[in-house]
């Protein structure tokens, strides 16, 4: 296997990771007032969805930390395989490609340890988006009831 089929299923891998983790958020739960009644659930979880949309974009505008500890760790993880196996490599005449199998395999286990926490351990939203959100909502005519 290439060195580029290597970083190319490691992208992917990245890709579909990262993917995942964006979907194991909690959401607000909406009471039952008049305005839900009226509208229904349906339309109430495309409301939730848009201001979740909202509060996102604009965390991401002001840089989202959780985001970038994965990306840091990642990184980090990387480049100690890179080191790691580059040692090895070179040990066995081979650095270039052991390197290239470390930085992958630090880069996999990083993002399958945060894919684990991410799906087993369901993190509250940053509290400036879950204001955000209940404020958005509000606004739309819904009583926010808590997060789950």
Known sequence: MSIKN?????ATVVSLLLGILACASQRPVLSSNEHLMRVG???GKRDIDECMARAEATSTE??????GNVVAGTATSSVVGAAAGGAGGAIFGQAGQGAA???????AGSLTQALLQGLFQRKPPQPSNQQFVDNCLRQKGY???GWR
């Open 6 to 10: 290597m970083f190319l299923q490691g």
């Open 41 to 43: 659930g349906e339309v």
């Open 62 to 67: 002001s840089g989202n930390a959780s985001t």
């Open 101 to 107: 199998a470390g930085a992958v395999g630090g880069v």
């Open 143 to 145: 009583e926010p009831a």
